[in-house]
């Protein structure tokens, strides 16, 4: 068994007290790779942003679980050297089991150094969630790594993570259950959804400059859930904005995405000044990466070296990383 002490990890407990008292969130950005690994980290130091690294089930396997463990390790030594290098503070870093769905896979994150795990027993009945998030919550505390629950079902496709209806969160609900399984943080649906097709263009309104703007989130479900457990960290997932140049960039360079609409940026700015002291996002990262190698496959059609293609694609996820610290989360300068 690996601590997260032993890597140099935190878990989100500090993390989430300091945001929600400064009014901000701390991003959670997933990886599957080295490059989008490496621009987490130079964007976060850049910033002053602490951040949670996420990884899902499907990541996990993908890079190889004990692969993953010394990528996380190396991404903390990388983190402590640029700090020093560049003259700024070191930044807290967690490592994060994004949708674990069994006892087992919470289990074994945790004994590989996870400093964090989500249990997402959304999909159960609510006695059966709270019997397996109270189950994660004994094994993981006891360890000292913090726990994220669900209540509601986002809609959506990401990785593992499949479900064609939204079930919003029912604010009766939430104090029974972070009472009854004792977790450290909520995962809500308030509308939110995972995957880069979150909103068809039949469900939006244009605006006066012709952009589709989705429905509100239902930020009167999250006044609620306020209400009934005031201070209590509240996380949204599915919190992709779908950048238009990403996709528009993908397609010009031989993509054939759909049109979709994202989760507009003032709507995640709005959500932070509340007890929404985490957000997730995902898709965004994996449109600006496929869209900068589209479009280096296209301005030079006979490269066939890697680094000549996944470099412009880490530049690219730098600068959507930075906007994403200093324009909408606000967690720039909170390191």
């Not at 989430?16 to 701390?26: D, L, Q, R, S, T």
């Amino acid at each position: 068994m690996t601590s997260y002490k032993e890597l140099g990890f935190v878990n989100t407990r500090e993390m989430f007290k300091k945001a929600i008292k400064g009014k901000y969130a701390v991003p959670a950005y997933n990886f599957n790779n080295m490059e989008q690994l490496q621009a987490i980290i130079i964007a976060c130091v850049e910033t002053q942003s602490p951040v949670i690294l996420q990884v899902s089930s499907g990541a996990r396997k993908y890079a190889n679980q004990i692969l993953l463990k010394f990528m996380g390790q190396g991404a903390v030594e990388m983190m402590k050297d640029l700090a020093k290098t560049k003259g700024l503070k070191e930044i807290q870093i967690a490592l994060h089991l994004d949708h674990g769905d069994s006892f087992e896979l919470c289990k074994s994150c945790v004994d590989s150094g996870f400093s964090s795990v989500m249990i997402d027993g959304s999909h159960h009945s609510f006695e059966k969630n709270i019997e397996l998030t109270k189950q994660v919550v004994e094994y993981a505390h006891s360890r000292d790594v913090t726990v994220e629950g669900e209540l509601g079902v986002l809609a959506g496709i990401e990785d593992e993570v499949i479900a064609e209806n939204s079930t919003y969160t029912h604010p009766e609900q939430v104090v029974e259950f972070v009472k009854k399984t004792g977790v450290d943080s909520l995962a809500i649906s308030i509308g939110t959804s995972h995957g880069a097709y979150k909103f068809k263009p039949e469900q939006c309104k244009k605006n006066e400059q012709g952009v589709y703007v989705p429905p509100e989130l239902r930020f009167d479900i999250l006044d609620e859930i306020e209400k009934k457990i005031p201070g209590f960290p509240i996380v949204l997932h599915g919190a992709s904005s779908v950048p238009h140049e990403a996709v528009k960039m993908i397609n010009q360079s031989g993509g054939a995405l759909k049109d979709s609409v994202g989760i507009p940026e003032e709507q995640l700015r709005k959500a932070t000044k509340s007890a929404v002291c985490k957000v997730n996002i995902d898709s965004d990262g994996r449109l600006w990466m496929t869209a900068a190698i589209r479009k280096a496959f296209k301005d030079n059609p006979s490269e066939f070296d890697p680094r000549k293609y996944l470099g412009p694609a880490r530049e690219a996820l730098l600068e959507m990383y930075k906007h994403k610290n200093e324009h909408v989360l606000g967690s720039a300068g909170k390191a």
